[in-house]
């Protein structure tokens, strides 16, 4: 019995000990687990508070930016569609230059306008300063001056430290004033004003007598053309792409309006040609 007793008093003490140890082993798993837990709540609530943040930021960024987009679009048309936005510019400007000359130059109503005069400008604008001119100024100027795409998009002051750019922008208003103006632009304007105000319907009649009044003019239009494009030119060469083209424009309308005034009557040349406008 004694050695029983003393099994007895040696195991309870350890079994009590193990009892004891076990609570605090528990209760610090317990504890632990509970923390991770509410760790584990409080970084998933942050996370789905950030991403709700991130998705309201998203949503409003982009409305925003619909807005803009659609607030914007009518201003942007001209960059992201140059050569359309162009287009209807020239044939916008010219007929409504020569309209604007016919009225108040010359004193007209608009029931003695001559539309068959504004017709002229209408497929000149269209044709050839809407269509002709860009392929010209942009496309064929492109591979000619390499640098025109770089220098246009360059800063004055950077611009300033470009000679090839410099250079490749005086060649530009050089072929202006001594090749497209005077050797393409006028011939090819006498040229459409015949086609549209002659009597004959033979293209080779059209050039011949068109050539024929250039000849005539010559010496007044291009003194009246090297004062206006040769510093217009400066000026326009140095201009973003997007821009260049409108600026044009611009100070066609008060070209168009000079060359309606002096050069947009149709005059017939001979007593036949006066005998079949006057059957018309």
Same mark, same amino acid.
């Given at each position: 019995m004694i050695g029983m007793y003393r099994t007895s008093s040696v195991v309870a003490p350890r079994m009590i000990r193990r009892a004891n140890a076990n609570p605090v082993r528990v209760f610090h798993t317990t504890k632990s687990n509970a923390k991770s837990a509410s760790e584990a709540t409080v970084q998933s609530s942050k996370g789905t508070a950030t991403k709700t943040a991130a998705e309201a930021s998203s949503k409003s960024t982009g409305t925003a930016s619909s807005g803009s987009s659609s607030g914007g679009g009518i201003l942007s048309f001209p960059k992201e569609h140059p050569f359309s936005f162009q287009l209807m510019v020239a044939t916008g400007k010219t007929s409504g230059a020569d309209l604007l000359t016919q009225v108040v130059a010359e004193g007209k109503s608009l029931d003695e306008v001559d539309w068959k005069r504004n017709g002229i400008f209408?497929?000149?604008?269209?044709a050839y300063l809407g269509g002709f001119q860009w392929w010209l100024m942009v496309t064929k100027y492109r591979q000619w001056f390499p640098t025109m !795409?770089?220098?246009a998009k360059m800063s004055f002051a950077e611009k300033?430290?470009?000679p090839a750019g410099i250079l490749?922008?005086? #060649?530009?208003?050089?072929f202006d004033v001594v090749v497209h103006l005077p050797m393409i632009y006028f011939p090819t304007y006498y040229t459409v004003k015949e086609f549209v105000g002659g009597t004959s319907w033979n293209p080779? !009649?059209?050039a011949q007598d068109g050539v024929a009044k250039y000849t005539k003019n010559m010496k007044e239009d291009l003194t009246a053309m090297i #004062?206006?494009?040769?510093p217009s030119d400066c000026i326009q060469f140095v201009l973003p792409l997007h821009i260049r083209m409108p600026f044009r424009h611009l100070v066609s309308f008060f070209w168009t309006?000079?060359?309606?005034?002096?050069?947009?009557a149709i005059e017939p040349e001979s007593p036949e040609e006066v005998a079949v406008l006057e059957k018309v």
């Open positions: 209408v497929v000149f604008g269209f !795409d770089k220098f300033l430290k470009y490749d922008a005086m #060649k530009m208003v050089a080779v !009649d059209w #004062k206006l494009w040769g309006a000079y060359v309606s005034f002096t050069r947009g």
